[in-house]
């Protein structure tokens, strides 16, 4: 059973329900268009402090020493079992070459650095023969290239070598270190542009 509705009750009924007050969607959009510009100068501000940070955080190589050489310089990142002592960092401008100590596993590791001498681009072969020389005894993949870990017999010293983006580095430990740390060690390495 249907009941009898008034004609002008129903187009009153649908007249309310399809007319929307005008002011209420200006008012969503002025709401929506502050949200969005403050979330525009949020995102500007945030960037803006993020390149300032990157820009100005300080180097652990000295200036001097960046400017003063042609080749990247290797250095692990410092962490709770990295320190790095920036007191320590030394260029022999004679010998073309960079030098510093951290600690790092109990053992204090001196590294030197020079360009990759031409001999080993030149050759592929020539830096397999070097490290054979320096009695080789491991060889694992870092994220910056091979590292092969060498017992000098001048030395006695556990070295790790890597020849990568045309640097050759040596880092000598004072105590001996497994092949897992030297791993984390050379995993950890940041380099300078030059």
């Avoid at 403050?38 to 990157?54: D, G, R, S, Y």
Wanted: one cysteine or more; aromatic letters at 12%.
């Amino acid at each position: 059973m249907q009941k009898n509705i008034p004609p002008n009750k129903l187009i009153s009924d649908v007249h309310r329900v399809e007319t929307v007050p005008k002011s209420s969607g200006l008012r969503l959009w002025k709401i929506n268009k502050r949200f969005i510009i403050i979330v525009c100068v949020l995102i500007a501000i945030f960037l803006t402090a993020t390149v300032w940070f990157l820009n100005n955080r300080k180097s652990i190589i000295p200036g001097y020493i960046s400017t003063s050489v042609s080749f990247p310089i290797f250095y692990p990142n410092a962490s709770k079992t990295i320190k790095i002592d920036p007191t320590t960092f030394k260029y022999s401008k004679s010998l073309g070459q960079v030098s510093f100590i951290i600690s790092f596993s109990g053992s204090k590791i001196t590294f030197a650095e020079q360009s990759s001498p031409d001999s080993f681009a030149a050759d592929p072969n020539f830096l397999t023969a070097f490290v054979q020389k320096l009695n080789d005894y491991a060889t694992f993949t870092s994220i910056n290239g091979r590292v092969d870990l060498v017992l000098p017999s001048e030395t006695h010293l556990q070295t790790g070598v890597m020849n990568a983006k045309g640097t050759l580095v040596f880092a000598s430990s004072s105590k001996n270190l497994t092949e897992n740390s030297w791993k984390i060690l050379f995993n950890s390495f940041n380099y300078t542009q030059p």
